[in-house]
């Protein structure tokens, strides 16, 4: 029993989960978040299923704890998940990885979209 | 003398541990000024790592001040004037000072910051470094 709990234990990893904002423009939906210690290269962002997916591994170079005198934090890797709806016109969802922030454009489809409505001259 | 078992001793008791956790300090949680940071040793050289996620080399300073390692700066907002649906992050000014566990040389002190890691290098000073006094 034990050692099945223990090899339960194991098996699931310790994530973090990073800090987001959310805002709204006319035009989409902007997610930032915070991965700090994270290339870009390692950084998954998927979409399946109205599911928004953001999965970080931690550089090799930061998730060591080798010759620590000193600790504060510790660093894993970062997951989170998001429901998205409709809106999103997913094939031009953008992402882009600065100083250990994550940008998430979700450009919404043109049916939500603000639409200016023209008012026609009277005749 | 041997006490005698008394259930309402138990009640009362208790009275006192539930009176104890209101009067009593609270124990102080694990909270840290920002940013949050490892000291790391290897030999004679300090590595210090602070989380810095979202901020700009020029706004962080660093000074060696008394063998204390002060990282001060700003993260600096971003926020925008839309209307959000979730606000986690936190931003503001920062100061933090770090004693170093031995004396550093003040003229070899590097800093880089990367992927939202600020990484500041230090090697311990040669006058801290023992010395072997020959007897004449």
Do not use: W
């Not at chain 1, 989409?28 to 950084?43: F, Q, S």
């Not at chain 1, 997951?79 to 100083?99: E, H, P």
């Not at chain 2, 009593?24 to 030999?43: A, I, L, M, T, W």
């Amino acid at each position: 029993m034990t050692t099945e709990l223990r090899k339960l234990n194991n098996r699931e990893e310790v994530v973090l989960v990073p800090p987001v904002d959310i805002y709204e423009t006319g035009e989409a939906y902007i997610l930032k978040c915070e991965m700090p210690g994270v290339d870009r290269e390692n950084i998954d962002v998927t979409l399946n299923n109205h599911e928004l997916e953001i999965n970080g591994r931690v550089s090799a170079e930061y998730a060591g704890d080798a010759g620590t005198v000193y600790s504060e934090y510790r660093l894993h890797n970062f997951s989170r998940k998001f429901t998205v709806d409709d809106s999103i016109n997913t094939g031009a969802i953008q992402a882009t990885l600065y100083n250990g922030i994550l940008s998430i454009t979700l450009p919404k489809s043109e049916k939500v979209k603000p639409r200016k409505i023209e008012i026609a001259m009277e005749k | 003398m041997y006490n005698r078992y008394d259930i309402f001793d138990d009640l009362l008791g208790l009275k006192g541990e539930i009176e104890k956790f209101f009067t009593d300090n609270p124990q102080p949680g694990r909270r840290y000024d920002h940013p949050y940071v490892n000291v790391y040793e290897s030999g004679d050289s300090i590595q210090v790592r602070a989380l810095v996620p979202g901020v700009k080399p020029e706004d962080v300073d660093i000074q060696l001040v008394d063998n204390n390692l002060v990282i001060e700066g700003e993260k600096k907002s971003d926020y925008s004037e839309r209307p959000y649906i979730r606000k986690e992050r936190s931003f503001g000014r920062f100061k933090k000072s770090i004693r170093m566990p031995f004396r550093v040389d003040p003229g070899r002190i590097n800093a880089t910051i990367k992927n939202g890691i600020l990484t500041v290098a230090l090697v311990k000073s040669e006058d801290a470094k023992p010395r072997k006094i020959t007897i004449g």
